[in-house]
């Protein structure tokens, strides 16, 4: 690859002026629109994606991480059910709604996700910390201890799991 990401972006806009319902360009412009920052931008080519192709788990998927970093995690919520829809295994998607339903203060269902996530991943030091914060935010602290510790046996120098591991204990 050549590392061109605005030649790209252009040649693919103008693939999608020849072709609007070429699903291919549609995707890659909201991939490459993704990758420089312009979230707002991206939007409106993974929907055309996912209008073209309701069962584009990818594309509902990428949309979910914009909407997320977007703090519009109801949007989010949604394209991740729709995920889980299209393929019940996907433990990304379980994880990842549970932090958007975290972030919509929902923390029983956040819970059951990242619990679900555990399950089809196996043990998973982002997913078991997720996990304790959601078990701190029920005042469940004992538990909470337990997943953080459990996150960083597995990944010792995860900075993010010791700071979890320290805002439970303080």
Do not use: W
């Not at 806009?13 to 629109?33: K, M, S, W």
């Not at 997320?68 to 729709?82: F, T, Y």
């Not at 910390?129 to 078990?135: D, E, H, K, Q, T």
């Not at 337990?146 to 960083?152: F, I, S, V």
């Amino acid at each position: 690859q050549i590392n061109d990401i605005e030649g790209g972006i252009e040649y693919l806009q103008r693939a999608i002026a020849i072709h609007p319902g070429n699903i291919d360009a549609q995707y890659n412009l909201g991939r490459a629109l993704e990758t420089t920052g312009r979230f707002e931008e991206a939007i409106g080519p993974y929907q055309k994606a996912i209008e073209i192709d309701p069962g584009n788990v990818d594309a509902h998927f990428n949309l979910s991480s914009i909407f997320h970093a977007l703090e519009r995690d109801d949007e989010a919520a949604v394209h991740l059910r729709q995920v889980i829809a299209i393929k019940p295994d996907h433990a990304g998607a379980y994880g990842n709604l549970g932090v958007a339903l975290k972030e919509l203060d929902e923390f029983d269902e956040a819970e059951a996700c990242f619990r679900k996530a555990l399950s089809l991943k196996g043990d998973d030091s982002v997913i078991l910390s997720n996990l304790g914060n959601i078990l701190k935010e029920q005042n469940r602290l004992d538990e909470s201890v337990k997943m953080h510790e459990h996150a960083l046996a597995l990944q010792p120098n995860y900075a993010e799991g010791h700071s979890n591991l320290g805002n439970t204990l303080a």
